[in-house]
C-alpha cells in the first residue's frame, strides 16, 4: 500500500524561502520507475502542479515558478524535499504531494498525500 | 502553453440522474495522458480515470472516461448521494509538463 504525508512550517513571512518535504512509504525509487510530484491548492481555487522528480533523477518544473522552486529526492530515507523561495501571500495554498506511477498509470497521480497548509504573512 | 477546459463550471443532478463532465484541450493530449481527478471538501483529489479511459483501482464501473486528442468526457452513469464533488482533469506530457482544468463542481439539486 502506498502512502504519502507531507510535513513542513504552516506559516511562513513573505520573502522567505518555504521547505517542504514528502515522506513516502510502499515503493522506492530503487527499484520503482515512478515518481513524486508537487501539486497546490490555493483556498477555494483549483489544483496547480508545481515540480516533479523522477527515479531517475529527472525533474521538471511549471514553467511560470521554476525560477523560485527546487525538488530534490533522498531515496534512501524515502523523502522528496521541495523548496520554493521568495514567498508571497498569494502563495498561500494546500500542498500537495502525490506518486506518479509513470507508464503503469500513464502518469498520473494515483495516490496523493492529505496536504499541508502553508500560509504567508508577515 | 496547453490549457484544459472543463465545462460545464457547475452541474445539478439529482442522484439516479446520468452526469456528463467534458475536457477540452487547446492542443493535442499526448498518447492520451488524461486523467480524471474527484475531490470531496477538505480531502486530497482522489484518482478515477487514468489513459483517458482506465478505471483507477477500486473506482466503481458507474464512473467511465472517454475521447481523445482534444475532447474528453467523464460519464457517471447512475449518480449516488456520494458522487457530488469537485472533478479536475489532468493531462501530462506537453508543456507544462501537468496541468489540471479549472474544475466542474457537481451539486445536488
Known amino acids: 500500500q502506498i502512502t504519502l504525508e507531507e510535513s513542513g512550517p504552516t506559516l511562513v513571512k513573505p520573502t522567505q524561502t518555504l521547505t517542504l518535504t514528502c515522506t513516502f512509504s510502499?515503493?522506492?525509487?530503487?527499484?520503482?520507475?515512478?515518481?513524486v510530484g508537487w501539486s497546490r491548492q490555493p483556498p477555494g481555487k483549483a489544483l496547480e502542479w508545481l515540480a516533479l522528480i523522477y527515479w531517475d533523477d529527472k525533474k521538471h518544473y511549471r514553467p511560470s515558478l521554476e525560477s523560485r522552486l527546487t525538488i530534490t529526492k533522498d531515496t534512501s530515507k524515502n523523502q522528496v524535499v521541495l523548496t520554493m523561495t521568495n514567498m508571497d501571500p498569494v502563495d498561500t495554498a494546500t500542498y500537495y504531494c502525490?506518486?506518479?506511477?509513470?507508464?503503469?498509470?500513464?502518469?498520473?497521480?494515483?495516490?496523493w498525500g492529505h496536504g499541508t497548509t502553508v500560509t504567508v504573512s508577515s | 502553453e496547453i490549457v484544459l477546459t472543463q465545462s460545464p463550471g457547475t452541474l445539478s443532478l439529482s442522484p439516479g440522474d446520468r452526469a456528463t463532465l467534458s475536457c477540452r484541450a487547446s492542443?493535442?493530449?499526448?498518447?492520451?495522458?488524461l486523467a480524471w481527478y474527484q475531490q470531496k471538501p477538505g480531502q486530497a483529489p482522489r484518482l478515477l480515470i487514468f489513459g483517458a479511459s482506465s478505471r483507477a483501482a477500486g473506482i466503481p464501473d458507474r464512473f467511465s472516461g472517454s475521447g481523445s486528442m482534444t475532447d474528453f468526457t467523464l460519464t457517471i452513469s447512475r449518480l449516488e448521494p456520494d458522487d457530488f464533488a469537485v472533478y479536475y482533469c489532468?493531462?501530462?506530457?506537453?508543456?507544462?509538463?501537468?496541468?489540471f482544468g479549472q474544475g466542474t463542481r457537481l451539486e445536488s439539486k
Open positions: 489532468q493531462q501530462y506530457g506537453s508543456s507544462p509538463l501537468i496541468s
Open positions: 492542443q493535442t493530449v499526448s498518447s492520451n495522458y
Open positions: 510502499g515503493f522506492s525509487f530503487s527499484n520503482s520507475a515512478v515518481g
Open positions: 502525490a506518486h506518479n506511477g509513470g507508464w503503469f498509470s500513464r502518469y498520473s497521480m494515483d495516490v
